[in-house]
């Protein structure tokens, strides 16, 4: 029982901490034109704790996802299967990461920010998604070594 809870624990922590990646780089690269880590501070409207408390959700999300897909025979019986569903996972993080749209104007169309925030920035998106996943399968097998 404890394993799990632990590997869960750990995916949670990578999700999240790939969805504030995600979202400083994305700050950063809007507001100076460089990859950097910049937390938004919008006063009276989303600061550096509601950053946090937003890829905490993101990160939830990302592990609901991945619990879920997990669930499945097809998901737990096959590696690639849990690759996909890994990257699956990252994405919904990624997509969900902070900051809020409105901390870079009030003015957007529906489906603009998902288009200009998250579908635009797939050169940020990609990484991070791939390296979840390395991390939590190289997690795993340390894990599964120490087992043993």
Partial sequence: ?????????????????AAA??????????????????IPDAPYLYGPFEFYVDAAVAG???LLTLALAERVARVRR???WR??????AALVALYLA??????????????EATMELFVAQWR???????????LRLGLRRVLARSAA
């Fill in 60 to 62: 939830l999300a990302g």
């Fill in 98 to 111: 902070p900051p809020e749209p409105q901390v870079f104007g009030n003015t957007w169309a529906p489906g």
């Fill in 21 to 38: 990646l995600f979202g400083a780089c994305l700050t950063s690269v809007l507001k100076t034109d460089a990859y950097g880590w910049m």
């Fill in 124 to 134: 940020m998106v990609l990484p991070i998604a791939f390296a979840v996943l390395g």
């Fill in 1 to 17: 029982m404890m394993p799990r809870v632990f590997l869960r624990f750990c995916d949670f922590l990578l999700l999240s901490a």
């Fill in 78 to 80: 096959s590696a690639a």
């Fill in 83 to 88: 690759t996909a569903a890994t990257l699956a």
